[in-house]
């Protein structure tokens, strides 16, 4: 859970996220709601999305440990893929590159309830 308090510095320039209390982050790392929020909430255009998939996807690649950038990515791909391309091909090429890289596309194709099936076998094995 360490990974996970690191005060989302990668989020914080993204003004979009700014337009509705909506938009809040959610305490990590069960980002698969707020991700399906930022795919289909009004508030947002296609290239505020994409701005958002930008700064999750650095996030993922910046902050080593951490799960909840890739389970609001994956939650805004389930809830409407067809978005999610489109918003991913306007973000820069080294984070359409890092989407591509086995290793993100193996951690967003972990399912909601496997993810979080594993997280409360994790809690449970804390006490």
């Excluded at 930008?54 to 993922?60: E, N, P, R, S």
């Excluded at 890092?98 to 076998?121: G, H, I, N, Y």
Aim: glycine residues 6%.
């Amino acid at each position: 859970m360490n990974a996970e308090g690191h005060r989302h510095y990668p989020l914080r320039a993204v003004k979009p996220l700014r337009k509705s209390p909506d938009l809040l982050l959610p305490i990590g790392p069960l980002f698969d709601d707020w991700g399906s929020t930022i795919a289909t909430h009004a508030a947002l255009n296609l290239a505020e999305r994409a701005e958002v998939i930008d700064a999750l996807v650095k996030g993922c690649r910046k902050i080593d440990g951490q799960t909840g950038y890739f389970r609001a990515l994956a939650g805004f791909r389930e809830t409407n893929a067809r978005t999610f391309d489109q918003a991913a091909e306007l973000i820069p090429s080294a984070s359409r590159k890092d989407l591509r890289d086995p290793a993100m596309r193996q951690k967003l194709a972990v399912p909601r309830r496997s993810f979080e099936s594993a997280l409360a076998k994790k809690v449970h094995a804390l006490r």
